[in-house]
C-alpha cells in the first residue's frame, strides 16, 4: 500500500534564497504525522510543493500515489488544508464563508458542520472583516474539516487558538485518527506534537535532520529549572537525579537543565523550604540550538516557552 504523502529529493530553491533541500518523507494512512521546525525552516514551502501551489525545483511529490504536478485536481478533492497564513472574503459572514466552500466540496453534512461550529463557539453571522485572528483561525479549521477528508493537511493549526480551542482542536485530530483518516500538521510548538502526532519529521534550515516516533523526539524535551532556597542550597543532591545537567548556583538560586520527567526534581524539592520554583519549557529555537548547534544560516524564533510557577 502506497504512503498516502512522499516525497523524493525534494528541493525547492527561490534565487539565491533557500528553501528546502533533499526532503525524503513518507506518511502512512491512518497516523498522526508531525511536521516540526522553528519559522522559517522550510515547512511550508514543503507542504505547498507537496499540493502543487508551487512547482519543486527538483524531485517530486506523490500524494495519494499521485504526483502531485500530474494531477493536483484530483489530489485537492481528498484533503482538507489549512495554510499558515490565510484571507477569505471580508463581506461575507463566517456561515456564508462556509457554505461557500461546502458547495465547492459539492455540499457536506450539515448536522457536522454544526457540530464544528458549536465546538469552535463560531459565530457564523459575524463578517470576517469583523473577526480577530484566532476566529478567522477557527473557521478556516472549519472548512478544512467540515467535508471529512481523507487527508488532511494543517500548516500551524493553531495559531491565535486560545488554550481551551486548542483542547478542542486536539480532540478532533484523535477523532480523525479514530476514523482512519490521515493528518499532516506543521508546527513549530514541541509540545503540540508531542501531544497529537504518531511520528514526527524535524527540519531545520530546508533540511530534515530527523525523522523518529513521538517517543523518540522526547530526547530533545528539556526544561529550564530555577529553585529559589530559603536557606542553604543543596548543589550536590540535585547534580545526582537522572536527567539534570548544567547545574549553577548564585547566593541562595539553583539552576538547571532537566531532561525527561520532572518528578525527581519536583521530589528532591519539596524537602526544603523554597521561595519560588519556576519551571520554563524553552522555544524550539533554544531547543535545536542545543541540540544541533547553530548551523550556518539563522533560524527564527519558535514559539514562547511555556513558563510555570509552583
Same mark, same amino acid.
Do not use: W
Given at each position: ?38 519559522? +522559517? ?53 463566517? +456561515? ?37 485572528? +484566532? ?44 476514523? +482512519? ?130
Amino acid at each position: 500500500m502506497p504512503a498516502v504523502i512522499q516525497t523524493e529529493k525534494l528541493t525547492k530553491s527561490y534565487g539565491s534564497h533557500r528553501g528546502i533541500i533533499d526532503v525524503d518523507l513518507e506518511v502512512q494512512g491512518g497516523e498522526v504525522f508531525g511536521f516540526l521546525g522553528p519559522n +522559517g525552516a522550510g515547512k511550508t514551502t514543503t507542504i505547498r510543493t507537496a499540493l502543487d501551489l508551487i512547482r519543486p525545483t527538483s524531485g517530486r511529490a506523490l500524494v495519494f500515489g499521485i504526483e502531485s504536478s500530474a494531477d493536483p485536481v484530483s489530489i485537492h478533492k481528498r484533503i482538507g488544508y489549512i495554510p499558515g497564513e490565510f484571507t477569505l472574503y471580508d463581506r461575507l459572514t463566517g +456561515g456564508q464563508t462556509l457554505a461557500y466552500f461546502a458547495n465547492l466540496r459539492g455540499g457536506v453534512d450539515k448536522a457536522y458542520q454544526q457540530l464544528l461550529i458549536d465546538r469552535f463557539e463560531i459565530d457564523p453571522s459575524r463578517r470576517f472583516k469583523e473577526l480577530s485572528k +484566532g476566529n478567522k483561525q477557527k473557521i478556516g479549521l472549519v472548512i478544512a474539516l467540515q467535508h471529512r477528508p481523507e487527508l488532511l493537511i494543517l500548516d500551524e493549526p493553531t495559531s491565535g487558538l486560545d488554550p481551551l480551542v486548542q483542547q478542542s482542536f486536539y480532540a478532533l485530530v484523535r477523532e480523525a485518527k479514530a476514523d +482512519g483518516r490521515t493528518v499532516f500538521l506543521s508546527s513549530h510548538i514541541l509540545s503540540e506534537v508531542e501531544r497529537t502526532c504518531d511520528r514526527v519529521a524535524i527540519i531545520r534550515e530546508g533540511r530534515l535532520v530527523k525523522v523518529d516516533s513521538v517517543e523518540g523526539l522526547r530526547d530533545l524535551a528539556h526544561h529550564q529549572v530555577e529553585l529559589r532556597f530559603a536557606g542553604e542550597v543543596p548543589t550536590a543532591e540535585f547534580e545526582a537525579l537522572p536527567g539534570v545537567s548544567e547545574v549553577s548556583a548564585t547566593d541562595h538560586v539553583l539552576r538547571m537543565r532537566v531532561s525527561g520527567p520532572i518528578t525527581p526534581v519536583v521530589r528532591a524539592a519539596s524537602r526544603y523550604e523554597l521561595l519560588d520554583f519556576v519551571s520554563r519549557e524553552p522555544s524550539l529555537e533554544e531547543t535545536f540550538l542545543a541540540q544541533y548547534g547553530h548551523g550556518e544560516g539563522h533560524v527564527h524564533a519558535g514559539g514562547a516557552g511555556e513558563e510555570v510557577r509552583e
